[in-house]
Structure formats: structure tokens, C-alpha cells
């Protein structure tokens, strides 16, 4: 198969800011479902709502763009209706772990075989910026003005939580990892959930200071590294898996 | 009906050539200049608000890879 055949041409360009990290994302996760050959009769995409879950409508497959923070129960009800379909969903950090954080932490408990591509800007983007439980601390946003005074939710921790988990962080800069975590969280069978740390230049990185998307992909480039080995958990700025299987 | 994978829709907007191993489709480009930072020659530059290939191309497909918008194609080097 060739990534084209999983893009709906007719809807391109997207609705995505010129740069914004979403782009990059969505044609990796295209790369990654053509290098597994899926045709698109076995696959089917959920979002939930923000700029991150625009991703649904523009995947020539058959798609739900659901209600905000219902990505993950939607698509729970699609595999058990039909386990024969991969189901992936792909959708923002304020969607996934903020307002759908309960549906996170059952769907995780219970190893629902679910692909979860979560897009970490850190922020509530498509709304103009508001601080998200991703935030980093200290980071200002339109509602933190004088900068975040909490720390960020631990996703890593969440879904290791439980005794059967997969999980990767993966980066935007990082490409050839992101599409490889992404087949390898499509492949697994059960709950796997790809952190894929991203950036807002519009409504984030602008009130910072940047000036561009791609000079936000620099400190991707910087502040993320392919964590060597695969024991423990990833530490602050390691990418990787971590996964238990029985 | 339609070819599996297909499903009906369009194939992309029509590309230009830049040179020999790079198109670029200006129905798909945002400007956002990503490329041109990620090449590692520096081959891409914008003039007039057209992509322009320098010649210096290395086929490295970073370029390509990058590219939020699916708006810059790079050939695989043949092996
Ligand atoms: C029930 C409900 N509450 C609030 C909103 C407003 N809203 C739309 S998108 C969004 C946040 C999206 O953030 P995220 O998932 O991080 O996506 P991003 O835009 O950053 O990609 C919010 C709060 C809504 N649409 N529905
Ligand atoms: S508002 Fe931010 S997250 Fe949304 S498309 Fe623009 S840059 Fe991307
Ligand atoms: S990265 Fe893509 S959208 Fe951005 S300037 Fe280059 S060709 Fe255009
Ligand atoms: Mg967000």
C-alpha cells in the first residue's frame, strides 16, 4: 500500500496552522499504517474533539470524530460490535487525558485492544490556548498567565500502572521512531498508547516567544532523546517503550 | 466500483517539478517554511512565494518527511 491510499485528497490542505506539529503526526501515522499494508476495510479512526481531532475526517477510512473526550469509549464500542477491525484513535492530550481522562484510565485497566496516538502540545489548542493538565510547570498560557503553578499529569505513570500495559513516548523531530512506535502500537493486541510530545505555535508558542513551528521542532530536537535499552521506565526527556505483557 | 483504498476520493492536486527529484504542490503549501530549516544542504528556498530547488538535493527525503502538509515529494534514491 502506499500512504496516499490513507489520505482524503479532497479535504487537504487541512485546517492545521502553517508548521503545526498535528501535520507531521497525522503522515507519519499515514507512513506507519502503509508500511503495515492494512487495507482500509480493517481499519477505522476516532477523535474526539480539537485541533488534534480534526485527524479522523482526513484518513480515508471509515471514521467517527466524536464528542470531546469520548475517543477512547467510542472506539471501545466499534472493536467489541467488530473485533475483526483495527481500531486506532488519534486525538489531543486535553481530549484523551483531560476530559476523557476516566475513559484513559478504564480502557487502560482493562487492556482494550485500542492504538491511542495522543498529540502532547501541552495545551488546549484549538480553543486558543488554555492550560491543559499536560502543561508543563511553570509554562504560561492564556489562563496561566504568570505560569503554570502545577505539575503535569504523568500519563507514563497512569497506564503503567496497571500490571498489562504498553506505552510509548515518542517526538515529532524523532519521525523514523514515531512511525515506528505507531506500528508497533497498532500491531500490539490490547491497549497501546503512543505520548507523542508535539507543540502549538499558534496559540502556545506564539505568547512565548517563537516565532515559527519549526523553531519549536528545534527543542524537540534538543530536549528529547531515544532512551537506550528498554528496562524501567522513561526518565524527563527519554523517548521509548515501556511494556508488560502477562 | 472503486479500487480498494480508493473509496471515491481524489488523488492529490497536480505537482510541480522543482528539479529532477522534487515536485511541490502550491495548492497544499501553508509557507511554513519547515523544509527549507530541515534540509540539511540547504537546497530549498522560497522565491516569490515559489518552492526552489538550489540542485543541491542529496535525496535524503527529511524534507518530505517533515512536511505537515504533504506538499513537498522527494524520489527515493534508486539502489
Ligand atoms: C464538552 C465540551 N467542553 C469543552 C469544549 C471546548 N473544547 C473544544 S477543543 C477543546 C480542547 C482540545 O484540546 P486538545 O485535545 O489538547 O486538542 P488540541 O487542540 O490541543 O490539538 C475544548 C476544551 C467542547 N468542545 N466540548
Ligand atoms: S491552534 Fe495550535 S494545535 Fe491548533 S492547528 Fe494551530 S498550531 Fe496546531
Ligand atoms: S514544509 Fe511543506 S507546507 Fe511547509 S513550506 Fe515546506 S512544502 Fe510548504
Ligand atoms: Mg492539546
Not at chain 1, 483531560?98 to 487492556?111: F, K, T, V
Not at chain 1, 512565548?208 to 528496562?231: A, V
Amino acid at each position: 500500500m502506499d500512504y496516499k491510499d490513507y489520505i482524503k485528497w479532497e479535504r487537504m490542505p487541512t485546517t492545521w496552522c502553517p508548521g503545526c506539529a498535528i501535520g507531521t503526526i497525522f503522515k507519519q501515522t499515514a507512513f506507519a499504517l502503509a508500511d503495515l499494508g492494512l487495507p482500509a476495510e480493517e481499519l477505522t479512526v476516532v477523535s474526539g474533539i480539537g485541533c488534534s481531532g480534526r485527524a479522523a475526517g482526513y484518513f480515508n477510512v471509515d471514521s467517527v470524530h466524536a464528542t470531546h473526550g469520548r475517543a477512547i469509549p467510542v472506539a471501545e464500542g466499534i472493536k467489541r460490535a467488530n473485533p475483526r477491525l483495527k481500531v486506532i484513535v488519534f486525538s489531543g492530550d486535553g481530549d484523551l487525558v483531560g476530559i476523557g481522562g476516566n475513559h484513559l484510565l478504564h480502557a487502560g485497566r482493562r487492556d482494550i485492544d485500542l492504538a491511542v496516538i495522543c498529540v502532547n502540545n501541552g495545551i488546549y489548542g484549538m480553543t486558543g490556548g488554555q492550560m491543559a493538565p499536560t502543561t508543563p510547570a511553570g509554562e504560561k498560557t492564556l489562563t496561566s498567565p504568570h505560569g503554570s503553578a502545577y505539575a503535569p499529569l504523568n500519563i507514563q505513570g497512569i497506564i503503567t500502572s496497571n500490571r498489562r500495559h504498553w506505552f510509548a513516548r515518542a517526538s515529532t523531530f524523532h519521525v523514523a521512531h514515531l512511525q515506528r512506535v505507531i506500528r508497533e502500537a497498532v500491531e500490539r493486541p490490547g491497549f497501546a498508547f503512543v505520548e507523542v510530545m508535539a507543540f502549538c505555535i499558534e496559540n502556545f508558542g506564539r505568547r512565548l516567544g517563537f516565532k515559527s513551528g519549526h523553531e519549536m521542532l528545534t527543542t524537540l530536537k534538543t530536549g528529547y532523546k531515544l532512551r537506550p535499552g528498554t528496562e524501567g521506565l522513561l526518565g524527563d526527556g527519554e523517548l521509548g517503550v515501556v511494556k508488560h505483557d502477562s | 466500483m472503486d479500487p480498494p483504498g480508493h473509496r471515491g476520493t481524489e488523488m492529490p492536486k497536480p505537482s510541480k517539478p522543482i528539479d529532477a527529484h522534487i515536485a511541490w504542490t502550491a495548492d497544499y503549501c501553508k509557507h511554513c517554511s519547515t523544509c527549507i530549516t530541515i534540509c540539511p544542504v540547504k537546497n530549498l528556498e522560497f522565491k516569490d512565494d515559489e518552492m526552489t530547488s538550489l540542485g543541491k538535493c542529496t535525496q535524503c527525503l527529511l524534507c518530505m518527511k517533515y512536511c505537515p502538509d504533504f506538499a513537498i515529494e522527494v524520489e527515493a534514491k534508486k539502489k
